[in-house]
Nanobody, 115 residues
Framework: QVQLQESGPGLVKPSQTLSLTCTVSGASITTNTYYWNWVRQPPGKGLESIGYINYSGGTSYSPSLKSRASISRDTSKNQFTLQLSSVTPEDTAVYYC???????WGQGTQVTVSS
């Protein structure tokens, strides 16, 4: 019954910050033991984990993106966000949010990095 939906700009300029929001319904993002993931899929490539935020706000990131990624949350809106700084065209991908153990997924949102 958990529903997730990504939102944010579909086009980002190189060197700027990509910012996406995941709105969660059917579960609270503060529920004990739950965590909330960001995953992406570049064109022609496989899924790549970006990181997650847990029920208390703690975060974990993929080593390859740790220096640029930041995940935060707004508990009043039951939302969590992804910010990816200094983007390049190689960051073009479909971005997904997903629940604990990747049980539930959003539909994905296309983000293109282009000038």
């Amino acid at each position: 019954q958990v529903q997730l939906q990504e939102s944010g700009p579909g086009l980002v300029k190189p060197s700027q910050t990509l910012s996406l929001t995941c709105t969660v319904s059917g579960a609270s993002i503060t529920t004990n033991t739950y965590y909330w993931n960001w995953v992406r899929q570049p064109p022609g490539k496989g899924l790549e984990s970006i990181g997650y935020i847990n029920y208390s706000g703690g975060t974990s990131y993929s080593p390859s993106l740790k220096s640029r990624a930041s995940i935060s949350r707004d508990t009043s809106k039951n939302q969590f966000t992804l910010q990816l700084s200094s983007v390049t065209p190689e960051d073009t991908a479909v971005y997904y949010c997903a629940s604990s153990s990747l049980r539930y997924w959003g539909q994905g949102t296309q983000v293109t990095v282009s000038s």
